[in-house]
């Protein structure tokens, strides 16, 4: 028998990264204006200040204290390589750094000329790159904008699916470069393929976790040459890793994966929150994508950030997925992406949901629900908690939401009844305003105005008040990027004395003095009933 028609499955600790450009790709670098936006207001900038310092962008990314800023961990020696991919993006990406200056130049055009008449006539003064795409809009205070035809900018040269691109490779443990600031250069041992993010090829590898193929197909699938193929075969096995207990026989099951990550079960259903799953199974103490069910009926995704809608995991479960459930936006705003057509035009199964609106599953349902707060009170709809009823229980998935305002809980367990189990996050201090939307600002924010705006989640207050109006009888916090597997994305550090813990720590005695179950997860934790 020919080798390559042996019988192989994907090894358990294959890593898949989406880039675009040679940057990890997420929803803002993704979706067509906001990938514009960062592309010529964050990314190349970050690029050409390596270039001009190289020595200073190394130090601070080793640096401790700067983790989480914008700085290039790329060693010296390859400054040509970044300097040929910055020549790159200048000629092959020219239409989209000129619609993110057009979008500029139009949001000027407006905040000058549109003080409450008649906006017709500032049409034929938009750039030319957003003719057609673009329409002007007061709100009813007469304070206007420019509100995008989102579903044709997939259609225009803002979209650009050549800039797509996957790296494979093995999960050594070692943390990757932070995901906002490091693009992906080439490397030994790891196979880079010019595909864009449908392609049907990324399914068959995936599918190779669950049901045996060959080299020879997958080698077909995703157009390999011979060293190509060559090093997709060290990323094969004779055996599948697969976990014996990854599915239940009987009641309901939750697994905690970490992060805002839940696996709930069923004999006859499989739903997973958030999913941001660990490829490395060497370690122990956590669940990885070996602990997957091999179909899941439904994805929530609770918002946009990019440690709640992880591509890099999405594409791990091509063709194991019913459907991705995803909240619907505002259309058409700039902070506001839609993830619905971010994820169709990624070739994946989506269903949009908005407040209260309910989806059956065998043995249950899902209803979403609003999301206060946690995104720097810009106007983003996109966002959603879920209510899930499976085997008898009553689970409530607060991913960041705040509790700034307690009554809206009440509203909520109106719709759904009390809530035994409530997960809750407790970010309480997060990251300022322009951290991650600085590519979007066409106006200046004061530093003293972006710190005050925080991609905060609730305190130990506004936890105890969510867990009240729920009726909850047990509240768990995610980690918040406290597990060490997830560095690269959310580059956090935390001490004893950190403000959150300490709030999480208020919290867990109140529940305590309350008679509620109160817990702090880390990395994993079951339930079953």
């Known amino acids: 028998m020919n ?11 294959v890593i898949i990264e989406p880039l675009v450009d040679r940057f990890y790709a997420w929803l803002y670098t993704v979706a067509p204006a906001q990938a514009a936006m960062n592309l010529a207001n964050v990314q190349m900038p970050l690029l050409e200040s390596y270039l001009h310092s190289p020595q200073v962008h190394i130090a601070a990314s080793n640096n401790p204290e700067l983790r989480g800023g914008y700085f290039v961990n790329i060693e010296e020696s390859r400054a040509h390589e970044v300097a040929t991919l910055v020549d ?12 993110a200056a057009a979008v500029a130049e139009a949001e000027d ?8 008449f008649d906006l017709s006539p500032l049409y034929p003064k938009l750039p030319t790159a957003l003719n057609g795409l673009v329409e002007l809009a007061y709100d009813t205070s007469n304070q206007p904008s420019v509100r995008f035809l989102e579903p044709l900018l997939y ?5 650009d699916e050549r800039r797509q691109s996957i790296q494979i490779s093995l999960d050594d443990g070692v943390e990757r470069p932070f995901i906002l600031s490091t693009p992906r250069l080439p490397r030994p041992g790891v196979l880079d393929l010019a595909i864009p993010f449908r392609h049907p090829g990324i399914e068959a590898l995936v599918r190779a976790r669950v049901e045996p193929t060959t080299l020879a197909a997958l080698r077909e699938a995703l157009e390999l040459d011979d060293e190509q193929a060559a090093l997709l075969e060290t990323m094969l096995s004779d055996q599948p890793s697969l976990s014996p207990d990854r599915h239940i026989s009987s009641g309901g099951r939750i697994r905690y994966f970490g992060h805002a990550c839940l696996v709930l079960q069923t004999p006859g259903a499989a739903i997973v929150t958030d999913p941001f799953i660990s490829t490395d199974n060497t370690k122990g103490g956590r669940y990885t994508l070996d602990d997957l069910p091999d179909f899941i009926d439904l994805v929530l995704i609770t918002h946009g950030h990019q440690d709640h809608i992880v591509l890099e995991t999405l594409l791990q479960l091509r063709g194991r997925v019913g459907k991705i459930v995803v909240p619907r936006t505002s259309r058409g705003n700039l902070v506001d992406p839609s993830m619905g057509l971010y994820m169709k035009h990624l070739g994946l199964p989506v269903v949009e949901v908005d407040d209260f609106d309910e989806i059956p599953f065998p043995g249950g349902t899902v209803m979403a629900t609003p999301f206060l707060g946690e995104h720097a009170d810009l106007d983003i709809r996109g966002k959603s908690t879920y209510a899930v009823r499976l085997a008898g229980a009553s689970v409530f998935i607060g991913a960041d939401s705040s509790g700034i305002d307690p009554t809206l809980y009440r509203y909520i367990r109106e719709k759904v009844g009390k809530v035994d189990m409530a997960f809750l996050g407790m970010e309480c201090d997060g990251a300022p305003l322009t951290w991650l939307y600085q590519g979007l600002i066409t106006k200046p924010v004061s530093k003293k105005m972006s710190d005050s705006r925080k991609l905060s989640g609730s305190n130990a207050a506004q936890a105890a008040a969510i867990t009240v109006e729920l009726g909850a009888d047990e509240a768990c916090i995610y980690a918040m990027g406290e597990e060490c597997w997830q560095g690269h994305v959310m580059a956090t550090t935390y001490t004893e004395d950190t403000y959150q813990l300490k709030q999480i720590d208020e919290f867990l005695a109140w529940c305590s003095g309350h008679g509620i179950t109160g817990e702090h997860l880390l990395n994993q934790r079951e339930w079953s009933w």
């Open 155 to 159: 259609h225009s040269s803002a979209y």
């Open 109 to 116: 055009l407006v905040r000058e000329n549109a003080i409450g």
């Open 3 to 13: 080798p390559e028609d042996e019988q192989k499955y994907l090894r358990s600790n």
């Open 88 to 99: 790159t993006i200048k000629r092959d990406r020219a239409d989209m750094l000129e619609f």
